[in-house]
């Protein structure tokens, strides 16, 4: 099985992650039983890549850990050390990680940081991304992606919609 590289996060209506101050307190919702399908998503990976701010934010959050029971990977030019011996440090660009990684034997791989996904689809090395849209609007904060001179098609492959107004959007990157 080739190994996906996937982009799976949450946004609200206007395309942010987070607030400005990092806050995601928008996504704070009662949850159903499904999680959005991130729970059958979740035993379909066994990696996860994260940038600096994701990480620092998971163990703000007591995710010391990070995410338990898969590979971890920070990606940060100037954190020093991590907070647990089951998460990797890495100084060196995500495309040279994923590669390394696609050679291996394993499950799906999941970014779960907009600015280790954006410098990954710069580099033609994301696969998919899935958006479940949070139908609030937060008027600023941090973006899907940040901002580039790019120009991504992407192929809708499903959508899904809630009963609370969340709404599933499933794509894949056009190569």
């Not at 958006?131 to 192929?155: D, M």
Request: net charge positive; proline share 5%.
């Amino acid at each position: 099985m080739l190994r996906k590289v996937i982009y799976s996060m949450a946004s609200s209506a206007d395309g942010f992650i987070a607030r400005p101050d990092g806050s995601v307190d928008f996504l704070d919702r009662p949850r159903p039983k499904h999680m959005y399908g991130m729970r059958e998503f979740y035993g379909s990976i066994d990696t996860c890549l994260m940038g600096r701010k994701t990480y620092d934010f998971a163990v703000g959050h007591g995710m010391r850990d990070a995410y338990p029971g898969k590979k971890n990977f920070v990606f940060s030019r100037t954190l020093k050390k991590v907070a647990s011996s089951k998460v990797s440090l890495v100084h060196e660009h995500p495309a040279a990680v994923v590669r390394r990684l696609r050679a291996e034997k394993g499950k799906h791989i999941w970014v779960v940081s907009g600015s280790v996904a954006g410098a990954l689809l710069d580099e033609s090395e994301l696969d998919e991304i899935i958006v479940n849209i949070i139908p609030v609007y937060i008027g600023e904060g941090v973006p899907l992606f940040a901002a580039r001179h790019r120009s991504v098609p992407l192929r809708l492959v499903a959508t899904k919609k809630f009963f609370d107004g969340v709404v599933m959007l499933h794509y894949r990157v056009k190569r």
